[in-house]
């Protein structure tokens, strides 16, 4: 058991090395995006701001309650862009055959997936997710105690492996379509835009749908209301907080399956 | 002439060859077009009007600015960017065409290919769901048209300049996107300038910016009268002049700096 875990990790290590040494080529690269996406979300906040101020808390969030959610939401979509943006292109590794080499050797294809690649320019996301976030935490008065704090790192794991398993599942139609892309970027429009607002302010249908359908409600939404202590009329046993890690590891695990059963589908590239 | 219809309706035919991308671009509009009208909605909850512009009118914007967005996609700066990059730029100049008008060609066969297979669908939407987005007068409609058509000039040359400095700064990623990110903000696409701080409103008036969105929309909706509609648009034509004397300079250098990579 031990040597599988230090196994299994010291192939994760390597892969991750090599994915670092690839990026770091061309460093100049990375000014376009050290730009962009800190411009991008301090901008959406910053609408959220202006539409606070001219006219009303929205759906009753305050601005520093809003920037504490969309703080949150950032926080595990950096994670998720750092460990998991291989999930975003299932659909490239289909058609060029990059699953060839995976199913040669002798471990977990989906393992192998997961830990294939790691994103070091996703720090940049990271870079806005906390600057808005420890914002909004000084403004709502967030009590940093072990157990909130505790609470509040599995949330934002538990966030990065929601929206993780979902891309993987959106994704993995490539095995039989050949073609996720444009369902990717579906996927990240709906994600980007449900998680950084409160949920609501779009009607019951959608609510729920996010919440048992997509359990998108529990990247940001839901952990935001119990921190803050924002009364938004739904509850669940034991808080809404802990939950997020459980549909997490639910949502992987679904995610693993899927993934699995489309790999029967794999025909590998044509030459 | 006829090579560019050629362009055109090439570039009509493709983007209509793959279905499934166009249903889910339509969804990835569709959601934002949701997400953004949940959201005024819940800003003007219980409130008549703000800054003179009632509930109504601000979801007309808002539905409108989407459907914009999704028609005016020029692709030009991407083109020129990865074309650049991948030094099939050489042979595109061999091409017995100009260069900008085969983009600006492809740009309009892909704007109207989306008027057809985005906008109609998005219309249809926001039509059951929440309002027919109306404009406000026959006037403000017949107004609006030629303005939306400067806006489409506007955004073309601007992503054109832009695609064009990747002639210079090849590693320097795309910085498209970075334009991109400006241009949501400060052309009044995601909230009009009007509700901005007053420094940042007077600002704005001097940037080409708020002329690629926030002007076709406000007479569209009816907040500007029609003598100053008749100005927005004479601004807009001067911005097109300048934008195009600027994008024919840098063209005229882009072309001694290309640089061809070894294979």
């Known amino acids: 058991m031990v040597t599988a875990i230090r196994y299994h990790v010291s192939v994760a290590y390597c892969f991750a090395r090599l994915a670092v040494q690839r990026q770091l080529e061309y460093p100049l690269f990375l000014v376009s995006w050290l730009l962009m996406i800190p411009l991008q979300y301090l901008s959406g906040v910053w609408v959220l701001k202006l539409m606070v101020e001219q006219f009303q808390p929205l759906a009753g969030w305050s601005f520093p309650e809003l920037s504490f959610l969309y703080g949150l939401g950032l926080l595990s979509h950096g994670l998720s862009v750092i460990f998991f943006i291989q999930t975003w292109q299932i659909d490239h590794m289909v058609i060029r055959g990059e699953f060839d080499r995976m199913l040669l050797r002798p471990m977990n294809v989906f393992f192998q997936f997961v830990v294939n690649y790691v994103n070091f320019i996703g720090i940049i996301d990271l870079i806005p997710g906390f600057i808005i976030f420890f914002y909004g935490c000084a403004r709502v008065g967030f009590d940093w105690t072990f157990i909130n704090t505790l609470k509040l790192a599995l949330v934002v794991i538990g966030g990065m492996f929601i929206r993780a398993s979902i891309c993987t599942i959106m994704g993995s139609a490539a095995f039989w379509t050949k073609r996720s892309g444009s369902l990717i970027s579906l996927t990240l429009a709906t994600m980007e835009r449900t998680t950084m607002y409160p949920l609501s302010v779009y009607p019951r249908v959608i609510q729920l749908a996010l919440t048992f359908l997509l359990p998108i409600g529990f990247i940001s939404f839901y952990p935001a209301t119990e921190f803050i202590g924002q009364d938004d009329g739904f509850t669940l046993p034991v808080g809404l907080a802990i939950w997020t890690p459980v549909v997490g590891i639910v949502t992987f695990a679904a995610a693993h399956l899927i993934f699995k059963y489309g790999l029967k589908r794999y025909e590998s590239a044509g030459s | ?263």
């Open chain 2, 1 to 263: 002439m006829s090579a560019y219809y050629y362009f055109f309706k090439m570039r009509i035919l493709t983007t209509l060859a793959y279905r499934f991308e166009v249903f889910t671009a339509v969804a990835s509009n569709a959601v934002m077009l949701l997400a953004t009208v949940f959201l005024w909605k819940a800003a003007y909850r219980g409130i008549g009007s703000v800054e003179e512009v009632s509930q109504h009118q601000m979801i007309v914007y808002a539905i409108l600015s989407v459907v914009m967005g999704a028609v005016l996609s020029v692709s030009v700066q991407d083109e020129m960017y990865y074309r650049v990059r991948e030094g099939n730029i050489a042979t595109d100049f061999i091409k017995p065409v100009h260069l900008l008008g085969m983009f600006l060609a492809e740009d309009l066969g892909n704007t109207v290919s989306a008027l057809v297979n985005r906008a109609v669908p998005l219309i249809l939407l926001s039509s059951v769901l929440f309002t027919p987005p109306l404009p406000a007068s026959f006037a403000a409609l017949l107004l609006f048209i030629p303005s939306l058509m400067l806006s489409f000039l506007l955004l073309w040359l601007m992503g054109a300049i832009v695609g064009m400095i990747a002639f210079w700064v090849l590693e320097l990623g795309n910085l498209g996107i970075v334009k991109d990110a400006i241009v949501r903000i400060l052309s009044g696409s995601m909230i009009p300038i009007w509700f901005f701080p007053d420094w940042m409103g007077t600002v704005s008036a001097f940037l080409p910016f708020q002329y690629m969105y926030q002007t076709p929309l406000s007479i569209y909706i009816g907040v500007i009268s029609y003598s100053q509609a008749g100005i927005a648009l004479v601004v807009q034509a001067v911005w097109i002049a300048v934008l195009a004397l600027i994008a024919y300079a840098v063209w005229q250098r882009a072309k001694r700096v290309t640089l061809i990579q070894g294979g």
